[in-house]
């Protein structure tokens, strides 16, 4: 009887107790997924980001984002596994009785297989004719009956705890595979935790690193552009006195004029790294360009865009090495950032003459040509304007 009641506990046990914890593991497993696609958004958005000028703040905070949802995949990791080993504890005590039941099972059997061998194959037979009466015959026949049927029964019961000891193993070694899974990917998710604070701890300090190189070189540029003005508002006043002392009547003489508006040949052919115009840097602050970079190969031939006169060649602070040509009526053009000059103050160009070659390969851009076009009293144009269209 007792072993009986021990073999129903042990059935309901091994019912109840993993469907007890199965539904929470199955619950946390789809809140890790619902967390893994918010991630996995959060990443293409960071792409996105990088991909285009925007403002570090919104980059960091998206870093930020992505660290607590991670920081969340590894507390329900954490949460799966403490599942997990509950489930393995519980499999484990499940088993063990199941063990204890049989090994009392089948000793119960052993004997009883032990007695039936010692009577041999003719006991049976011999119970029953020794009977003495009819009743006596009854009797010996129910005796046998119930105990081969108490002989079955023993011997279903041994198959089934045998057959529930190798589905609770087998649920064991299901478990710590789930459980060994769920430690890679814990320590996986750690390792991308720990990933994604350096790079956010990484990103301040070039945020800040950027913040003091932009504010650095914006200041140069400003430096260099109001020494660039002074330069063109002093050739600007020599041409004007020029002009004054010119005779009466004598025609005005310059290359370029309005007319030229969109009908200039490009100094170099390439594409535009950047336009005229302001233009937002990735630390957030803005630069103002009064002309355009034209990206081509170190050494590529520069041509004038324009017949005129040399006015300048000099290197000319972070615009490097630089060229100002005067095309009359107050117009000028500026060839910046020159790998070397193939021309001297003073030299008399025809339209498309080499002037020099594309340098500026240490330049932030890498190589590339900075053109200008300075207007009356060295107001900046857009040289796109002037230009041709490209075909």
Do not use: C
């Not at 925007?54 to 329900?76: A, M, Y």
């Not at 609770?168 to 789930?178: C, D, H, K, P, T």
């Not at 170099?268 to 103002?288: D, K, N």
């Not at 040399?310 to 060229?323: I, P, Q, S």
């Amino acid at each position: 009887m007792s072993s009986r009641l021990t073999f129903t506990a042990l059935a309901l046990l091994g019912l109840v107790l993993p469907l007890h914890g199965q539904a929470g593991l199955d619950e946390s497993r789809r809140r890790l997924e619902d967390i893994r696609r918010e991630r996995a958004q959060l990443e293409l958005d960071r792409i996105r980001l990088q991909s285009q000028v925007h403002d570090l703040g919104e980059e960091l905070d998206n870093l930020e984002r992505q660290r607590h949802s991670t920081n969340k995949i590894v507390n329900e990791l954490e949460s799966q596994i403490g599942g997990l080993n509950g489930h393995v504890d519980q499999a484990g005590t499940a088993l063990a009785l199941a063990q204890d039941n049989l090994a009392e099972k089948r000793a119960v059997l052993q004997r009883r297989l032990s007695e039936i061998y010692k009577r041999g194959r003719l006991y049976t037979f011999e119970v029953l004719v020794a009977a003495q009466s009819f009743g006596d015959l009854l009797a010996r026949y129910k005796y046998l009956f119930l105990q081969s049927r108490q002989d079955r029964s023993l011997l279903a019961d041994v198959e089934k705890l045998t057959s529930q000891v190798d589905r609770r193993r087998q649920e064991i070694l299901r478990v710590r595979a789930q459980l060994d899974q769920s430690r890679e990917e814990r320590q996986g998710e750690l390792e991308r935790y720990s990933r994604l604070v350096d790079e956010r701890g990484r990103r301040l300090r070039e945020t800040r690193r950027d913040a003091r190189t932009t504010e650095q070189r914006l200041s140069a540029l400003e430096r260099d552009e109001a020494q660039l003005n002074d330069l063109l508002e002093e050739l600007e006043r020599a041409r004007r006195s020029n002009e004054a002392r010119r005779p009466a009547g004598a025609p005005a003489t310059g290359s370029l004029t309005t007319a030229s508006i969109g009908k200039l040949d490009w100094p170099v052919e390439g594409p535009i790294i950047y336009g005229y115009g302001t233009e937002q840097l990735a630390s957030g602050a803005v630069i103002r360009h009064n002309g355009i970079a034209i990206g081509a190969p170190v050494g590529t031939p520069i041509k004038a865009v324009e017949a005129g006169s040399v006015e300048r060649v000099l290197v000319f602070g972070t615009y490097g090495l630089t060229v100002i040509v005067n095309h009359g009526n107050g117009y000028r053009s500026l060839y910046m950032y020159l790998n070397e000059a193939r021309v001297v103050v003073g030299d008399t160009l025809t339209k498309s003459q080499i002037i020099g070659t594309v340098g500026g390969e240490n330049s932030d851009e890498g190589s590339h040509l900075y053109f200008e076009i300075r207007g009356d009293r060295g107001i900046a144009l857009d040289p796109t304007d002037w230009l041709k269209r490209p075909r």
